[in-house]
């Protein structure tokens, strides 16, 4: 069974980190391009960052220069990392399989004092 499966979402105060991972299974990802998306509560999901099979990575201008995305070939994983985070990042993360249109079930990211 071909699936995403994403960890390390949580409680976290504002000006702090998170990682998260997007565990892929069922399929060699690595020739694939990956993204991850967020959704907070009342709005659309949108798109926070993206990276190819040849490791170009591309971010959304609200999370420049504080998140970090990556991918581990051997361990067929993507991951998230984000520093410096906002009230604002508070949302549902999801990862995707850009061409395959597959998503997984998203982690909850929670930034509050």
């Known amino acids: 069974q071909v699936q995403l499966v994403e960890s390390g979402g949580g409680l976290v105060q504002p000006g702090g980190s998170l990682r998260l991972s997007c565990a892929a299974s069922?399929?060699?990802?690595?020739?694939?391009?990956m993204a991850w998306y967020r959704q907070a509560p009342g709005k659309e999901r949108e798109l926070v960052a993206t990276?190819?099979?040849?490791?170009?990575?591309d971010y959304a201008d609200a999370v420049k220069g504080r998140f970090t995305i990556s991918r581990d070939y051997a361990k067929n994983t993507v991951y998230l990392q984000m520093t410096s985070l906002k009230p604002e990042d508070t949302a549902v993360y999801y990862c995707?399989?850009?061409?395959?249109?597959?998503w997984g079930q998203g982690t909850q990211v929670t930034v509050s004092s």
């Open positions: 995707k399989a850009v061409s395959m249109g597959l």
């Open positions: 069922g399929s060699n990802f690595g020739f694939r391009a």
């Open positions: 990276i190819t099979s040849s490791g170009n990575r």
